[in-house]
């Protein structure tokens, strides 16, 4: 098996007269935390949904877990997952209906087994009754993280996993996905305006700019390479320069 | 947030107990699965069940006592007594089929879950079968009741046609699940800014659908056009067999070709969009 969960070649995306990914080119190695760091209208988004198959790209190509995206797409969905605050799941619907049907749609074998594992994992225990549009945001974003973590997928992809959560909360979702990474050997991509939580949680870090990849390396190798402190004065220094990167 | 601060510090984790079904084109338990989706939906609130029966009764209640008031004083209608009833009744069939496939689909948009569900495992076909089936359970939930009332209130029974209301009920859910297919197209590809068609749609086609009136009735240009539609085959089936008592087989192979061709043009229109969705990032933009 190849030791790439994810290579993406020449990718681009354009919109009649935009253009919101252009010729992007990066490797993902299995087992890895990666980040894609960037402001608005970076691409982080466009590229998280070119690589779920949920946007068809103007012009190159994408492998996931050795197959062709989205000519492959059958074969990797069901090893692959999301999460986003930007999607949600059906609010009438109680936890656990929730997470039956995601179960079935992913083809468990034993959905009630993963539904109480999760269950257990993430204390959805005094939740898992309740109408999911009556949870706080805490409560939603575990939810929404047991749906995405309902097959065990191995390339997990996340936008803005902490966005609207509170520190405490924040710290104990970063402290999960790593404690995943480390159980199951997944890969994670995720997406994030939250230096400090990509410079605790991600190996790898892809710096975009206007649809363009303008560096990567890891957190601490870019915090040298452009002599700053930490992450966020690097992201400041590269969204702020007319040129991109050093 | 209260109940977020309760939770260890570092979650302890079992190796994932998920494996997986084998991977095929067309799964029923994929089929199921959508199903049993908005069949929880319907169970959440008993005023959605209400509100599906609410209106089929309230119209045939409305042509129940219009028909009383025409056999009383009209000497043609007499001799089809219960023609607007089961013309009422159909045609709740045929409106309650199409938005029984539009709003689950629209349920999905206001709920954001389409990308959730574009991004699963799940085939465009497979939910469209899914909205096909759960469009026949919200049209039963719809009709029966009324259909039920209509005997102790009018002494008129739909169920008395037998063979023939199955036949005339399976076209029209056909029919009307293949134009909800075409609406919920329409409303993937136009945002919810036209979710109203989900609603009125329909319309569109009842003036020549011959529901309460012959098609010999239209213009001839109109008779051209109400002939290319099952729902017109199906209804001037229906006076015959109310009037006349027999089965007209010809009309009734007219609507099932026709539904064919319509069931096929509405899985072309309702994939293609989903193509068209995924190249211009619909699926990402739709929210509530």
């Known amino acids: 098996m190849s030791s790439l969960a994810v290579k993406v070649s020449k990718l681009s995306k354009i919109y009649g007269n935009t253009t919101a990914v252009q010729d992007l080119s990066f490797e993902i190695e299995t087992g890895s935390i990666t980040a894609l760091l960037g402001g608005n209208g970076a691409g982080k988004t466009t590229i998280i949904s070119m690589l779920l198959g949920l946007l068809t790209p103007t012009s190159g190509t994408i492998h996931l877990l050795g197959k062709q995206m989205p000519e492959q797409r059958k074969t990797v969905t069901p090893k692959m997952n999301f999460g986003s605050p930007y999607v949600d799941l059906p609010k009438r619907l109680t936890v656990r209906q929730n997470l039956d049907v995601f179960a079935s749609l992913y083809g468990l074998r034993e959905p009630k087994r993963r539904i109480e594992q999760l269950c257990d994992e993430l204390h959805l225990e005094n939740i898992i009754d309740r109408p999911t549009g009556k949870l706080s945001s805490g409560q939603a974003t575990r939810v929404g993280l047991a749906k995405a973590l309902i097959n065990a997928p191995c390339l997990l992809l996340l936008d803005e996993p902490t966005a609207s959560l509170d520190p405490d909360t924040a710290d104990w979702v970063r402290e999960y996905l790593k404690a995943y990474r480390d159980l199951t050997g997944a890969t994670i991509i995720l997406a994030s305006h939250n230096m400090t939580e990509v410079e605790r949680v991600c190996e790898n870090v892809l710096m975009l700019k206007s649809g363009s990849m303008i560096d990567h390396g890891s957190p601490f190798s870019l915090i040298e390479k452009y002599s700053r402190q930490n992450l966020e004065q690097v992201f400041l220094e590269i969204a702020r320069s007319p040129d991109g990167a050093q | ?288």
């Open chain 2, 1 to 288: 947030m209260n109940e977020d601060k309760s939770i260890p510090r570092i979650p302890r984790l079992a190796a994932p107990k998920a494996e997986q079904r084998a991977d095929r084109s067309f799964s029923p338990l994929r089929v199921a699965a959508m199903i049993r989706r908005y069949l929880y939906l319907l169970q959440s609130g008993w005023v959605r069940i209400i509100e599906l029966a609410y209106w089929p009764i309230m119209q045939m209640i409305l042509w129940g006592f219009m028909t009383e008031f025409l056999l009383n004083s009209s000497s043609v209608i007499l001799r089809a007594g219960g023609v607007l009833i089961a013309a009422v009744l159909l045609w709740d069939v045929l409106f309650r089929s199409n938005i029984g496939v539009a709003v689950s689909f629209l349920e999905e948009m206001w709920s954001r879950n389409l990308a959730q569900l574009c991004a699963s495992p799940l085939r465009t076909h497979e939910w469209a079968a899914a909205l096909i089936i759960i469009s026949l359970f919200r049209t039963l939930i719809g009709v029966l009741p009324a259909a039920l009332l209509a005997i102790p209130l009018y002494q008129f029974s739909i169920f008395e046609m037998g063979f023939t209301l199955v036949a005339f009920f399976s076209n029209l859910l056909i029919f009307g699940a293949a134009v909800g297919l075409g609406v919920s197209a329409l409303v993937l590809r136009y945002g919810l800014g036209a979710e109203s068609l989900a609603w009125v749609g329909i319309f569109l086609i009842a003036p020549i659908s011959g529901i309460y009136y012959p098609i010999s009735t239209l213009p001839d240009w109109l008779q051209f056009l109400a002939h290319a539609l099952p729902s017109s085959h199906v209804f001037e089936g229906m006076r015959i067999a109310l009037a006349e008592n027999r089965f007209d087989l010809g009309l009734f192979y007219n609507a099932l070709m026709l539904n064919a061709v319509f069931l096929a043009a509405g899985f072309f229109i309702f994939l293609g969009t989903f193509r068209i969705a995924r190249r211009q990032g619909l699926l990402l933009q739709i929210g509530e």
